[in-house]
């Protein structure tokens, strides 16, 4: 004879769980890395910091590095929040290192 058992019938520690779907989990936020341009720092050392910290070529960091002159600002990278912060201390310690003004910002996406 087969005995199906109830919810009465269960052990204690057998408590059936619901299973909730999982929520979809949010990306977490991006920030922009900017380079501000000045009037003294040379633009060799920029296109340096460029190659060094934010892995571009030549070209690349050359292009950038015209639009800071150009516009007065530009958008080196987009990184996550912690990346974006250790990018901009990286820069500013480098330029501090170097006694150039060079500026470095992040905000957000």
Not at 27 to 54: G, Q, S, W
Not at 77 to 98: C, D, N, P
Request: glycine share 2%.
């Amino acid at each position: 004879m087969t005995h199906w058992m109830t919810d009465s019938d269960k052990p204690d520690d057998q408590v059936e769980l619901e299973v909730k779907p999982r929520a979809k989990s949010q990306r977490p936020p991006l920030y922009k890395v900017l380079m501000l341009n000045d009037d003294f720092t040379p633009m060799e050392f920029v296109v340096h910091v460029l190659e060094r910290l934010f892995s571009m070529t030549h070209a690349q960091a050359i292009e950038i590095m015209l639009t800071v002159h150009r516009k007065g600002i530009a958008v080196v990278g987009v990184f996550s929040h912690e990346i974006a912060e250790t990018k901009v201390a990286q820069v500013m310690e480098l330029a501090r290192r170097q006694q150039h003004p060079l500026q470095c910002t992040m905000e957000k996406e």
